[in-house]
């Protein structure tokens, strides 16, 4: 076992010997929530969202990509195109952090040392993990806080463009909407047992679902890569 270790270390420190390039910057823009609370409408920003992103270019067409964004989710029936949601007119607010891991894949090669100007479209997926606070809505529709927070998993699906703008900048746009496993965030289904049977409420079959749309700006570093090992 030592001895396996060993090797494992040392492939790993071959692997950085290639010095790959890497992407580290920042994300800013818009949230907003698709669920059994708020707007039907699927992109609408209504609530800002800010973080950091860093990615390992493994070649010129797909990276390891890592990102933290913090919003706050927010759902007001008021602002429905149903008339049955604004009858009722529930609202929330939610902040949430959430971290994601994943591939991206670009359409077109962008190999920042070819020294052109690279730009292309590109696809993001991998998983998602948000922290989110727990709360119900009373049988006359106010808002209570459970004092708890859970973790809504989720497989995210972003579509961007990207451009480099400078040797080492690029700059990108992007719509990213993310699939939750969890009912959840709008405090439809609450997270305590004993409290489903008495507050849960719209469809417990449909998940919640949130969007992110904004631009990342990135930093580019490292060697000229060797784009022959996975």
Request: hydrophobic fraction near 35%.
């Amino acid at each position: 076992m030592r001895y396996f270790f060993i090797i494992v270390l040392s492939l790993i420190t071959i692997q950085l010997s290639h010095a790959q390039t890497y992407e580290v910057g920042v994300f800013a823009g818009g949230s907003n929530f698709i669920g059994d609370v708020g707007s039907t409408k699927h992109i609408s920003p209504n609530k800002p969202a800010i973080g950091g992103i860093f990615k390992w270019n493994r070649s010129a067409r797909h990276s390891f990509r890592f990102s933290l964004i913090y919003t706050e989710l927010e759902g007001i029936d008021s602002k429905s195109d149903d008339p049955r949601r604004k009858e009722r007119d529930y609202k929330f607010n939610n902040h949430i952090i959430e971290a994601s891991l994943g591939l991206e894949f670009t359409f077109f090669d962008f190999n920042l040392h070819n020294r052109k100007t690279n730009a292309t479209p590109y696809l993001y997926t991998g998983i998602t993990v948000a922290k989110h606070d727990n709360f119900h809505f009373g049988r006359n529709g106010q808002f209570v806080n459970d004092n708890t927070s859970s973790l809504a998993y989720g497989i995210p699906m972003v579509l961007g463009y990207k451009h480099q703008i400078a040797s080492s900048l690029i700059l990108a746009g992007e719509i990213g909407a993310r699939y939750t496993f969890t009912d959840e965030i709008d405090g439809s289904v609450p997270d305590a047992e004993e409290l489903f049977d008495r507050f849960a409420f719209g469809n417990t079959n449909n998940n919640d679902w949130y969007v992110f749309t904004g631009i990342t700006l990135t930093y580019t570093f490292g060697k000229t890569p060797c784009y022959c090992i996975f």
